[in-house]
């Protein structure tokens, strides 16, 4: 489960360091598992939730019961997920993502785990990246369970609602724009086109549980994997959490690469507290790994 959560820091975190040493020692034995979450995409244009200038400080996310109450719901995420997606669905992969799509290549990695809804990990060229909250890119009918492409829905919606195209606050991370309720009344929603159920996008919303089949997978990846390698996470909701603790529970080594503190800081061996994608290609450059641009 996905709750809207705050936490604070403790003072006894373990302070971060600036020398991205430990990630290049972390993978040069191979077999990381990186887990990567927000953070990594925000160089490509997608906001984070919890850092600098985060989207939780403006923005509260539709929760899954929000979304399954009630029509009016349901018009005021699809209003500002289809204006969002205008602008999310071009995000491009950025030098982090290619940085461990290269790692991948050169076969140090075990595998790669990201709480991001976005595909820019795949975009990339990692292609086997677990999704952990799903896709953005597909949509699921909660009917008859139907999947569809994202683009197959956005052209119905543009033929639904011609000309629509109110002005955003700002985009956020699971690509919901901000709009007024004023700007979103007039929105037309439309019903899956097997069944005419519900549509909802194959994403993992705050309050609903990852399937647990999802969830055995990325553990099985924690067990098989040497270590574990979070990027770009804040680690603050249990989904991602869970993973760290237990690679630390196993004695396997924990390295973040986060710029602010993290949850799960006190269970790693370091935190790298450097901007994700300066950070990963000066650790390709140490390793002699060529970064694809």
């Not at 939780?56 to 996310?61: A, C, W, Y």
Request: charged share 20%; hydrophobic share 40%; with cysteine.
């Amino acid at each position: 489960m996905r709750p809207t959560l705050s936490w604070t820091p403790a003072e006894d975190l373990p302070p971060g360091t600036t020398d991205p040493a430990p990630v290049v020692e972390l993978l040069s034995g191979g077999g990381a598992l990186v887990l990567s979450g927000a953070g990594i995409s925000t160089e490509s244009g997608i906001p984070d939730y919890r850092g600098e200038g985060g989207s939780l400080s403006r923005h509260t996310p539709m929760t899954y019961q929000e979304f399954t109450a009630s029509h009016e719901a349901r018009r005021r995420y699809w209003a500002r997920s289809h204006l969002g997606w205008r602008t999310f669905g071009r995000a491009r992969p950025n030098a982090g993502h290619r940085a461990v799509a290269a790692f991948a290549r050169h076969g140090l990695l075990a595998g790669v785990i990201t709480q991001n809804v976005d595909g820019l990990h795949q975009a990339a060229g990692s292609r086997d990246a677990v999704e952990l909250h799903g896709s953005l890119a597909r949509v699921v009918c909660l009917s008859c369970g139907a999947l569809s492409p994202r683009g197959e829905l956005a052209q119905r919606l543009e033929e639904a609602n011609p000309g629509y195209a109110p002005v955003a606050a700002g985009i956020n991370p699971d690509g919901d724009a901000d709009l007024t309720d004023e700007q979103v009344k007039d929105f037309r929603v439309l019903p899956c086109a097997v069944c005419g159920g519900v549509l909802k996008p194959d994403v993992v919303f705050f309050g609903e549980a990852v399937p647990p089949e999802r969830v055995e997978r990325c553990r099985a990846a924690v067990r098989e994997a040497a270590s574990l390698l979070v990027l770009g996470s804040s680690l603050t909701v249990m989904s991602g959490l869970r993973f760290v603790r237990q690679a630390a529970d196993a004695g396997k080594p924990v390295v973040i690469v986060n710029r602010d503190a993290t949850r799960g800081d006190r269970h790693a061996v370091t935190r790298v507290a450097l901007p994700l994608g300066p950070a990963l290609t000066s650790v390709a450059d140490r390793l002699g790994v060529s970064v694809e641009c």
